[in-house]
């Protein structure tokens, strides 16, 4: 049955079919982002994956256009390079795309 005890599940972990088989992976529940009017919307989450004696993990971006659903699982040190990022990205997004949706 189940190899992992409920000691090996983050507090996080939805206790999900992935993490009761081999894959060893873990995933928190996601949250929904602001839906804009665009086709593409987002939710992210947590995730990790038991292999060995490292566990990467990080946070799930889940990308969602009708039917099909794509996951992508960001390792730990690319999502903190990505909230430091995103700062100064949406600075200049906010400066650039909001000033040439007023035009
Ligand atoms: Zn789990």
Redesign the pocket.
Known sequence: MNN?SNST??SW?L??PD?ADSAGL?YSRLVGMARGNEIIQMNVGLWRMDVGPVSPGGVLLEFTLEEDVDRWPVDLAQSHALARLLPRLLRQADATLQASRAA
């Open positions: 992992l599940h983050p972990c206790r999900g993490c873990h």
